[in-house]
């Protein structure tokens, strides 16, 4: 259970897609759910979860978006919104995110806001999603080119972890969530970096899965809202954002671009002594493992320029997430000037 504002379970496991419909009933009597979900996600797993919805006897309605990060935008979010009234759904009812980070962004800012919260139930289907955006309740949309510019923190009521699901994702998808997963393992956790550097991925998944769940369900009970300890959590993510809103979110992953970023930040800290000589070298070794970037043909006066709407900038005033060794994140304020510096050195 995590011990927010408003607590909620995360049922983690293998094989419970098929239980799914008793786990629902146990936390919801019938009532209108809408499963939000994508095109892709829909045809796997989405059909026969409504299927089995409907025999116990919910009214079952699917909103199915394109694939992909540029759906998660404001055009979606008012179609959702219009489907969920023209639906009648009421405060008594509920939606399921099912899919990965992208619908679960979407669709938890639309319950965050429609009918001022409506409740919302994460069934997360990518590695990225299980072990980060499904939980800690930010929500958002991207907005006028910006990354997350819109949105709001919404606990769900429930997140259902199924690692089955990732046995029918292709594997640049689950490397993207592998991104974020060495984001927890070099912003906190060395031993979790040594488990991932000298074992068969396979072998270690629900480990990791729940591995990193702990530790982001341990940050946002300290931090819900993002004020100071949770910013550690977007390790490399500053400049992740401005390389997906410099690339207009074509033709690169946040995965991806999450990847590019830490090692980004690792080499300007080694450059700047913040960094222990050789942390970046670490990660990109095992970044390569599973084929993900670590540099992009980008002038970094771009990065720099892309990276300053960012949610950790508060007027003149930038926070970094540094890290000095693997394993130990570390906040850094800058002023605008220090963190250009910092960037383009
Ligand atoms: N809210 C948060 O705290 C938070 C944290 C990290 C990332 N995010 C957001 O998450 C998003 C990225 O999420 P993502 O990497 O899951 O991308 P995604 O949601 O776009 O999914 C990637 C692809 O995998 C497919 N897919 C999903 N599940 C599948 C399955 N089980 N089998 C086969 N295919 C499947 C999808 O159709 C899609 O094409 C970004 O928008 C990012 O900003 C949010």
């Given at each position: 259970m995590?011990?927010?504002?408003?607590?909620?379970?995360?049922?983690?496991?293998?094989?419970?897609?098929?239980?799914?419909?008793?786990?629902?009933?146990?936390?919801?009597?019938?009532?209108?759910?809408?499963?939000?979900?994508?095109?892709?996600?829909?045809?796997?797993?989405?059909?026969?979860?409504?299927?089995?919805?409907?025999?116990?006897?919910?009214?079952?309605?699917?909103?199915?978006?394109?694939?992909?990060?540029?759906?998660?935008?404001i055009d979606n979010l008012t179609l959702l919104y219009d489907f969920l009234n023209n639906f009648g759904i009421t405060r008594n009812d509920f939606i399921i995110a099912l899919g990965?980070?992208?619908?679960?962004?979407?669709?938890g800012f639309a319950a965050a806001s429609f009918l001022r919260g409506v409740s919302i139930v994460q069934m997360p289907t990518t590695l990225l999603a299980q072990v980060d955006s499904s939980v800690g309740g930010k929500t958002a949309i991207n907005f006028g080119g910006g990354k997350n510019l819109v949105g709001a923190f919404y606990n769900p009521s429930?997140?259902?972890?199924?690692?089955?699901?990732?046995?029918?994702?292709?594997?640049?998808?689950?490397?993207?969530g592998m991104a974020e997963v060495l984001k927890y393992a070099t912003a906190f956790s060395a031993s979790l970096f040594e488990k991932i550097q000298n074992s068969k991925i396979d072998d270690i998944l629900e480990e990791i899965i729940l591995r990193c769940i702990i530790l982001?369900?341990?940050?946002?009970?300290?931090?819900?809202?993002?004020?100071?300890?949770?910013?550690?959590?977007?390790?490399?993510?500053?400049?992740?954002?401005?390389?997906?809103k410099y690339n207009k979110y074509e033709n690169i992953t946040h995965g991806q671009a999450v990847s590019i970023g830490m090692?980004?930040?690792?080499?300007?800290?080694?450059?700047?002594?913040?960094?222990?000589?050789?942390?970046?070298?670490?990660?990109?070794?095992?970044?390569?493992?599973?084929?993900?970037?670590?540099?992009?043909?980008?002038?970094?006066?771009?990065?720099?320029?892309?990276?300053?709407?960012?949610?950790?900038r508060r007027g003149n005033k930038m926070t970094v997430v540094v890290s000095p060794k693997i394993g130990q994140a570390r906040l850094l304020d800058l002023t605008l000037d220090e963190y250009k510096n910092f960037l383009l050195s």
């Open positions: 995590v011990r927010a504002s408003r607590p909620y379970d995360i049922l983690i496991g293998r094989n419970i897609f098929d239980s799914f419909d008793r786990i629902i009933v146990s936390y919801f009597s019938p009532r209108k759910v809408v499963i939000v979900t994508d095109e892709t996600v829909f045809e796997l797993y989405g059909k026969s979860l409504s299927d089995d919805l409907k025999k116990r006897k919910f009214n079952v309605k699917i909103f199915k978006i394109k694939p992909g990060e540029q759906s998660k935008n990965g980070g992208v619908v679960g962004d979407l669709a429930l997140v259902i972890c199924d690692a089955d699901f990732l046995k029918t994702l292709q594997f640049k998808t689950f490397c993207d982001k369900k341990s940050i946002v009970e300290i931090d819900e809202n993002d004020f100071r300890e949770r910013m550690k959590l977007n390790f490399g993510h500053t400049i992740a954002h401005a390389i997906e090692v980004y930040i690792l080499r300007q800290g080694e450059k700047f002594g913040l960094t222990k000589k050789g942390e970046a070298q670490k990660l990109i070794n095992v970044l390569k493992k599973f084929r993900l970037p670590v540099e992009i043909n980008i002038p970094h006066s771009e990065i720099f320029m892309n990276s300053l709407l960012d949610k950790k």
